[in-house]
């Protein structure tokens, strides 16, 4: 059991100045966004960040790597093993990955760890420190249109290379990491291989924020008390405990991968505005989705934080000499999403009517919202919403728009009303479908609302 203790007020005051004082040192200016267009990196080398690891290529000021553009500033430490080390989406003046250069041991639910923070991985993983082994790194393109970096490192004990590509382009708040691992030795291994991201949209995470999954049943893991119900137990998904102010105390729970309709999870801070999104292809590489969290009682744990840790679990990979495997994880930030049912990398939102039983008797109308958000500058789309039966075969079209634009900075909303007499077969079973396609009729995005009925 988890012993609890309450931080006192200079412990959080003293937390808050240092991770400020990194992001002061990453350029950051409260309230002051770049109109720049274009792509810019910048290397920091005055930035002390705590050795935790017990290593002659381990340094107290590392190399960090700041590459900005007009809606995001992200940081990369190849000396921490962190592919992604903090994550500032300008738009809200909010950071949405917690990082921190002078961690403290905490207890977590896999035992004590010194927690930089950040997007890392469990290869090359050094047991002894419990991090990521130290990083080399490359810049390979710098343009004003996309800025590259590569990275390498490798386990000392089964040779497994990891190289790893981290992309920002122009006018995007998309980040895009390639990771290829390849097996250098002689012999054939079975690795388990897991991603780390500890987030907090907002800056942290507060009462009024929610997780998005887009799953029916998840797995309850541990929790402190068993306040989340028996470990072990598969429940139905959202839970109450999805709204992250009813996540009581520590806890963890899990979904199979198989068991998601599409391979991203979201948060939304509705205080912060912020809304982050994490992506992976291909869809069923890993295996498991894994969260966990100190919940509301953070202040409570030594060193807890207001962050959700997300894990994607790959059980077995087998390698052959030469033999190499590949996947991409995907970050970007939205703001002003009310909710959020589906994304890809190009775009997220959602689609629903006001109810999901309509009696004709009774109900008159039938009232319908949307919204689409971009994770890069969009112009001349096109939105349009079909209605659909219960087998999905198209009905009718009931909304359309061209679009000048959408952007990270804002979403396009949709709110209208249609009489319930319209509709092709009135009692019946019926879905929505948005759809949002550019100026030459590809197709961007589509979001499915849930089943409602008409009788």
């Given amino acids: 059991m988890i012993r609890l203790r309450k931080v006192g007020l200079m412990g959080i005051m003293l937390s808050s100045f240092l991770l400020f004082s990194f992001l002061w040192s990453c350029g950051y200016t409260p309230g002051k966004t770049s109109l720049s267009q274009g792509v810019k990196v910048n290397i920091l080398k005055d930035v ?88 080399k790194y490359k810049i390979i393109e710098q343009t004003p249109a996309k800025a590259e970096v590569y990275l390498w490192g490798k386990d000392p004990l089964k040779h497994i290379l990891m ?8 006018s995007s708040s998309l980040v895009e990491i390639k990771i290829k691992l390849t097996n250098k030795g002689k012999r054939k291994w079975n690795i388990k291989l897991s991603d780390y991201a500890v987030i907090a949209p907002g800056g942290g995470l507060t009462s009024n924020s929610i997780f ?32 992250w102010g009813r996540f009581k105390q520590l806890g963890s729970f899990s979904t199979e991968i198989k068991e998601m309709s599409a391979p991203f999870i979201g948060m939304i801070n509705y205080d912060g505005k912020d809304t982050f999104v994490k992506l992976w292809k291909p869809a069923n590489f890993f295996d498991e989705l894994k969260i966990w969290s100190w919940g509301v009682s953070y202040q409570e744990v030594k060193n807890g934080t207001p962050t959700a840790n997300l894990e994607n679990k790959k059980r077995a990979i087998s390698l052959s000499p030469n033999e190499s495997v590949e996947f991409f994880t995907y970050f970007y930030a939205l703001r002003d999403m ?15 009517p006001d109810k999901t039983l309509y009696r004709l008797d009774k109900d008159r109308f039938l009232d319908i919202k949307s919204q689409v958000g971009t994770s890069k500058n969009h112009e001349n789309l096109n939105m349009v ?5 219960q087998k999905e075969e198209l009905l009718k079209e009931v909304y359309r728009a061209q679009i000048d634009g959408i952007s990270p900075r804002g979403p396009y909303s949709v709110a209208f009303r249609m009489e319930l007499g319209d509709l092709p077969h009135m009692e019946s079973q019926y879905f929505l479908r948005a759809q949002l396609s550019d100026a030459q009729g590809n197709i961007l995005f589509t979001a499915k609302s849930a089943l409602f009925t008409v009788k």
Wanted: charge should be negative; charged fraction near 20%.
């Fill in 48 to 135: 002390y960040i705590l050795p935790a690891a017990e290593l002659v290529t381990t340094k107290t000021h590392p190399d960090v790597i700041e590459i900005a553009n007009e809606y995001l500033k992200v940081c990369v430490v190849p000396n921490r093993g962190r592919l992604i080390f903090d994550y500032f989406f300008k738009p809200t003046d909010h950071t949405q990955i917690y990082n921190s250069t002078r961690p403290s041991p905490t207890m977590t639910p896999a035992g004590y760890i010194v927690e930089f923070g950040g997007y890392y991985l469990s290869v090359p993983w050094n047991p002894r420190a419990r991090q990521p082994y130290d990083l």
């Fill in 163 to 170: 190289e790893g590509w981290v992309t920002v382009r122009q």
């Fill in 212 to 243: 998005v999954i887009p799953t029916s049943k998840v797995k309850i893991g541990k929790s402190e008390n068993d306040w989340m119900g028996n470990e072990g137990s598969v429940v139905n998904w959202p839970q109450s405990w999805s709204n």
């Fill in 338 to 352: 009310e909710n959020l049912t589906m994304a890809n990398t190009d775009s997220a939102g959602w689609i629903s």
């Fill in 385 to 389: 919403i079909y209605l659909l039966n």
